[in-house]
């Protein structure tokens, strides 16, 4: 086998076998395991390992090299002898306890359940008892604390099925409650089934993943019920010291949160409290969800620290007068940012709204230009917004466009990619709060209505807010009539403010 060649950095690398040199001066083996029989070697938290490194206990390099190919020889031998044996996912004890359980407490299977007498399920306990002590003494099994995981999740599961019969506590429940890190995952797949079921985009899911997998190679095999203040407490403490954009590093998916720790940790430019406080808020949201389930024992520990990081929490403001013409005087250098800003001022819709918009959602109705807002969010978000005057260069535009094409192609149809270009030009005009935001075009929409002395109920039907969020009374507020839809956007006006600004140059 030819072994390849060493890079400048001191690592090998071969088509099998690899020999990096550590950061201590000595070498490693390294050796990527194939994916069709990855699940022959489980990780702590679960999922397939996709490397194994072992140490090579030395410092020669020739020495390393030799090393590293008879090992590539055996574990290519190990994966083929893997390939040709059979493999059937065994329970975990948790799962299997649940499982044994159940069955126990169902009695004799050719006899429906609510059919059963009480002796009949005693005896057929007796039954299961007597099957798994021919089992123990078959392997010669002398000792209850040294049972294999498999059949000490069985006699418990019996044990707990005889209490219940008999109208007692289950001893051995707690023992065998999930972890955090399978709670959740299955927390993650009720939300996006929720999600599916109510018609909304599952894509929110790439980003509770990382903050759930990140305490959950924290916390290891501790439950719910194990879980405190405490560990929490020392979590936030690492968390916040992290690189900002440790997640977009390579090969970070492939890492423990201790790997993470080493090498992410302690850095300059930290996160941000924002995005602790959205991974606290995540973890905060499982616990509740678990603690509907009977798997919390105490208050939730995440909560009392969501409150520490209150600059995240802080309420969207308006932007002022003077603040929009420093924002669009001189105009801004993205032609599509200088025209999603004016479309956000005179209409209230949502970053993601006009990121989405396409040529053809500008028509005609009753004979009055509008908007139609399409959204996989709630249906409140789904809306006609009549057009305001100040938007007629929009509609002279659409007649020379393709009507199935994005308005702002530059934003991907992306609404993170409006608001991330935004804040790069706000910040180059010198606004560096969080407080004001792409977002806070709404509130200055609201505000400016409110002057007019526009209902706060036509306010909210303008812009498209969920019936949740309407208020008591408010949640069957029929459509408003188009006629006052087209008043009430004409009534948004700026008049401090220079009309220039508002006249955006087309391309």
Same mark, same amino acid.
């Given at each position: 086998m030819r072994l390849g060649r060493v890079s400048r950095r001191g690592t090998y690398c071969g088509p099998w076998d690899t020999c990096k040199k550590r950061a201590g001066g000595g070498f490693a083996f390294n050796i990527k395991i194939p994916n069709d029989i990855a699940h022959h070697f489980p990780a702590k938290t679960g999922r397939p390992k996709s490397h194994i490194t072992l140490g090579l206990g030395t410092r020669d390099y020739q020495l390393a090299l030799k090393k590293a190919k008879a090992m590539a020889l055996r574990w290519k031998a190990e994966f083929s002898r893997l390939r040709e044996q059979p493999y059937s996912d065994p329970l975990s004890p948790d799962r299997l306890y649940e499982e044994s359980l159940t069955a126990y407490l169902a009695g004799p299977n050719e006899v429906a359940a609510e059919d059963k007498t009480l002796e009949e399920r005693q005896a057929a306990l007796k039954q299961?008892?007597? @099957?798994? *002590? *021919?089992? =123990?003494?078959?392997?010669? %099994?002398?000792?209850?604390?040294?049972? &294999? #995981?498999d059949l000490k999740a069985r006699l418990d599961a019996l044990e707990d099925a005889r209490r219940s019969l008999r109208g007692q506590v289950p001893k051995n429940a707690e023992a065998y409650e999930p972890n955090f890190g399978t709670l959740g995952e299955s927390w993650l797949e009720y939300w996006e089934k929720m999600a599916r079921s109510a018609g909304r985009s599952t894509q929110t899911a790439q980003q509770y993943a990382p903050a759930i997998r990140l305490f959950a190679d924290f916390i290891g095999p501790k439950t719910m019920r194990q879980i405190t203040r405490e560990d929490v407490s020392y979590y936030v403490d690492i968390l916040q010291t992290f690189d900002r954009n440790w997640g977009r590093s390579r090969g970070v998916s492939q890492l423990n949160f201790w790997d993470l720790k080493t090498r992410f940790a302690h850095a300059e430019n930290r996160l941000t409290d924002r995005v602790v406080r959205q991974h606290l808020r995540i973890l905060s949201t499982i616990w509740t969800w678990a603690d509907g389930q009977g798997l919390c024992a105490s208050h939730n520990p995440f909560h009392g620290f969501l409150s520490h990081f209150h600059n995240a929490g802080l309420p969207q403001l308006a932007w002022r007068d003077q603040d929009i013409a420093t924002l669009l005087s001189p105009p801004p250098a993205s032609l599509a940012l200088h025209g999603a800003i004016i479309l956000a001022l005179f209409s209230g819709l949502r970053a993601m709204e006009i990121a989405a918009l396409r040529w053809q959602d500008l028509q005609?109705?009753?004979?009055? #230009?509008? %908007? /139609? =807002?399409?959204? %996989?969010? &709630?249906? @409140? /978000?789904?809306? =006609?917004? #009549?057009?305001h005057p100040r938007l007629q260069w929009l509609w002279e535009q659409a007649s020379r466009q393709k009507q199935d094409a994005l308005i702002w192609p530059e934003f991907s149809g992306k609404g993170a990619v409006l608001s991330k270009t935004f804040g790069g030009h706000k910040r180059g005009r010198g606004f560096v709060s969080r407080q004001r935001s792409f977002q806070s075009f709404r509130k200055t929409v609201t505000e400016a209505l409110q002057k007019q002395h526009i209902s706060s109920d036509e306010i909210r039907y303008i812009l498209g807010l969920s019936p949740q969020s309407l208020g008591a009374g408010l949640s069957s507020m029929p459509p408003l009539p188009l006629a006052r839809c087209h008043e009430t956007i004409q009534a948004i006006d700026y008049p401090d403010i220079d009309p220039a600004c508002f006249r955006p140059k087309l391309g």
């Open positions: 299961e008892a007597l @099957a798994l *002590q *021919q089992e =123990i003494d078959r392997r010669e %099994l002398e000792s209850y604390d040294r049972l &294999p #995981p005609w109705v009753d004979d009055t #230009p509008v %908007l /139609h =807002i399409r959204s %996989l969010k &709630p249906k @409140a /978000h789904e809306r =006609i917004v #009549p057009l």
